[in-house]
């Protein structure tokens, strides 16, 4: 499987001196294409401060983040914007939209800065919103949705650009149950349907369960890291193993 990201020796000290905090301590992770991960954690454990890190939005003190093998450590901001407005999208609350613009204006953001021309930007919007199914809203302003409308618009600006990974910050943590779901099924849709990798930060235990790789994090170290997917393979072959040794018993009693 191809490594999308790898994270090596991470570390972060928010402040300095006497104010110095470790958010971090010596993280090492790679994530591989296609998977779905879930990022697990108590509140101020380190969850958002790694999943900024990994997304290219801050750096670590110490340690490197490598893109497909690349040191992006050694990139100048520009590039680090360039490559990650090409590569990642992002659903997080506090990133919301510009209230003031209009749904598609908002949708064709990411578009706009990878300087795409005006009638490509539009469609490509367009049919954003059409997989989040809002082509009813296109023209609203963005305050003037609700809560679950306004995710996935974030969803679809996050989508626009056809990034490889998607990083999503609990994306659920503002929503009720029912819309929380639907936001839930588009990420594992795009996941599953179209090869994205997730990565996602939450609380939520019932979301973690369906990702196929929960990272669990406890005051800025990894506790435990679990590939749920080869689990399921074991779980299989030990099946299989079962049953191939009831048949041969079953045959050995003829
Ligand atoms: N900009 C900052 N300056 C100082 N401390 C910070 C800053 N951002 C986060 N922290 C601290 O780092 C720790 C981890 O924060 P965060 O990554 O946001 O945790 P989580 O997302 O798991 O709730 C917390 O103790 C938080 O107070
Ligand atoms: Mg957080």
């Known amino acids: 499987m191809n490594k999308v990201i790898e994270a090596k020796n991470l570390t972060k000290i928010y402040g300095k001196k006497a104010a110095a905090f470790t958010a971090l301590k010596n993280i090492n992770l790679s994530i591989y294409e296609g998977e779905s991960v879930a990022i697990v954690g108590k509140s101020g454990s380190g969850k958002s401060t790694l999943m900024h890190i990994l997304a290219l939005l801050d750096r670590p003190t110490k340690g490197e983040i490598l893109i497909d093998g690349k040191n992006a450590s050694k990139l100048k901001n520009k ?3 360039k490559l990650r407005n090409e590569r990642f999208g992002f659903v997080f609350q506090q ?3 510009n209230a003031n613009d209009t749904v598609l204006e908002n ?5 706009k800065i990878a300087k795409l021309g005006r009638k490509k930007r539009k469609k490509e919007a367009l049919e954003a919103l059409k997989i989040v199914d809002l082509e009813s809203k296109v023209k609203n302003k963005a305050t003037d949705l609700s809560g679950g409308q306004k995710q996935r618009v ?22 009720d149950s029912a819309t929380g779901d639907k936001i839930t099924d588009l990420l594992f849709d795009l996941n599953k349907k179209h090869g994205v990798t997730l990565i996602i930060v939450t609380h939520d235990e019932d979301l973690a369960k369906l990702c196929n790789r929960v ?40």
């Open 154 to 175: 974030c969803i679809a600006r996050a989508i626009v650009n056809q990034p490889q990974v998607i990083f999503a910050d609990e994306p659920t943590g503002n929503l």
């Open 79 to 81: 590039e680090l914007n």
């Open 107 to 111: 949708v064709l953001l990411p578009l």
């Open 215 to 254: 990272v669990r994090i406890s005051d800025g170290k990894i506790i435990s890291d679990q590939t749920v997917r080869k689990d399921l393979k074991k779980a299989a072959s030990k099946k299989r193993e079962t049953e191939a040794a009831r048949v041969k018993k079953a045959n050995e009693r003829k």
């Open 95 to 97: 990133f919301f939209m």
